[in-house]
Every structure is written in structure tokens, then in C-alpha cells.
């Protein structure tokens, strides 16, 4: 199983600022397969980023993704009052599909 | 644009089968190449992935839940089904269902308690 580790937990920051999530994976990931949800209280989570860079319809593109085989990063250039949310990184190359523990950006 | 539904028994009892039915609207199962996953979520933790179906029917399951796992489609209904038989407490969860990645059932909570 790809075990997938996300830094920091918790991530406070003001509007405006730069966030910089990191996810990294105990064994090379297959290909392109990892991506980047969003999840809110009480709410499913949303698709933000897949095949590491492509974003999902609809998401805006301040929100990026990037990294290859072990390490990942989820960049939002400038935090909207929105995004304050958890955030959770996910391989889908090799089964078991596994999840990050998640990352939550709060505000500062 | 595909939305999905989990419908089913919000309370199960301990040692008893968990059952939970995915209703597929706007697209159909039966056609196209997608998976269809149950994921699901204990309060205030994070995703755990259960299992899937492939539109050809083919399965693959977390081995984590130790063989107690069946996800199965009806095409005629245009739905897919999970089992999670001999529940305990820790079963207890919001559960999703998922096409791929992008489309998402609301969730729903499953309490195992006697």
C-alpha cells in the first residue's frame, strides 16, 4: 500500500498569502495518478487537482499542483476567504487507492 | 452533468451487514469507462477508500477491510451496492459514493450501535 504522508497538518495563514501544501508517498506513484481535494464541514470533497496538474471544471486557477514520483505539492498563489478549508492529497495508480492524513489551512 | 445518492439504513447493529445503494443520475453505468467508488470518512478523520467497480464489472477492494467487502452494480436500475458484512463500531462513518474522481454523493452517516 502507497502510504501517503501530508505536511504541515495545520497551516495558518492570512488572505492574501501564498499556500504551499506537500504531500509525499512511501513508494514512487504510477504515472500520473494523484490529485488534490478540498473538503469543508459537512460537505463532500472536491476535486480540485488530477494527474498531479490538470485542474478540475470550475476550479480557479490559482490553485496548482505539481511534483513527480514521491513528492507533491498543492500550491494556492492567494488565498481567498473560501479556501480556508482541509485539503487532502490521493493516488489512484495502484490499488489500494489510499489518502493523505490531510492538510487544514485555517486563518491566521 | 452525473449526480450520485446514497440511500440506506443509517443505524446498523454490530455483527450485522451494512448495505448502501448508489443511485446514478444523468449518465449511465452501464456505459462509457469509469469506476465507481465507495469512500468513507469516520467524524473528524480522514478518507478511507473501500473498494470500486469498473463499468465492465470488474472489482478491486481494500484488503485493509479483511475480505468483509462486495460492491456490486444493477445496470437496469442504473446503480451500484455496497456490503461491509460483520460490522463493528469502527465501521461507524459518513460514506460516500464516487465516479472516478469528480463526481460525488452527498454522504451519508451509518452508525453501528445495538
Known amino acids: 500500500e502507497i502510504v501517503l504522508t501530508q505536511s504541515p497538518g495545520t497551516l495558518s495563514l492570512s488572505p492574501g498569502e501564498r499556500a504551499t501544501l506537500s504531500c509525499r508517498a512511501s513508494?514512487?506513484?504510477?504515472?500520473?495518478?494523484f490529485a488534490w481535494y478540498q473538503q469543508k464541514p459537512g460537505q463532500a470533497p472536491r476535486l480540485l487537482v488530477q494527474?498531479?496538474?490538470s485542474r478540475a471544471t470550475g476550479i480557479p486557477d490559482r490553485f496548482s499542483g505539481s511534483g513527480s514520483g514521491t513528492d507533491f505539492i498543492l500550491t494556492i498563489s492567494r488565498l481567498e476567504p473560501e479556501d480556508f478549508a482541509v485539503y487532502y492529497c490521493?493516488?489512484?495508480?495502484?490499488?489500494?487507492?489510499?489518502f493523505g492524513g490531510g492538510t487544514k489551512v485555517e486563518i491566521k | 452533468q452525473v449526480q450520485l445518492q446514497e440511500s440506506g439504513p443509517g443505524l446498523v447493529k454490530p455483527s450485522q451487514t451494512l448495505s448502501l445503494t448508489c443511485t446514478v443520475s444523468?449518465?449511465?453505468?452501464?456505459?462509457?469507462?469509469?469506476?465507481y467508488n465507495w469512500i468513507r470518512q469516520p467524524a473528524g478523520k480522514g478518507l478511507e477508500w473501500i473498494g470500486r467497480?469498473?463499468?465492465?464489472?470488474?472489482?478491486n477492494y481494500n484488503p485493509s477491510l479483511d475480505g468483509r467487502v462486495t460492491i456490486s452494480m444493477d445496470t437496469s436500475e442504473n446503480q451500484f451496492s455496497l456490503k461491509l458484512y460483520s460490522v463493528t463500531a469502527a465501521d461507524t462513518a459518513v460514506y460516500y459514493c464516487v465516479r472516478d474522481r469528480d463526481s460525488w454523493g452527498q454522504g451519508t452517516l451509518v452508525t453501528v450501535s445495538s
Open positions: 490521493h493516488q489512484y495508480g495502484r490499488s489500494p487507492l489510499t
Open positions: 494527474g498531479v496538474s
Open positions: 467497480i469498473y463499468t465492465s464489472g470488474n472489482t
Open positions: 444523468g449518465g449511465s453505468i452501464g456505459s462509457g469507462s469509469y469506476f
Open positions: 513508494q514512487s506513484v504510477s504515472g500520473t495518478y
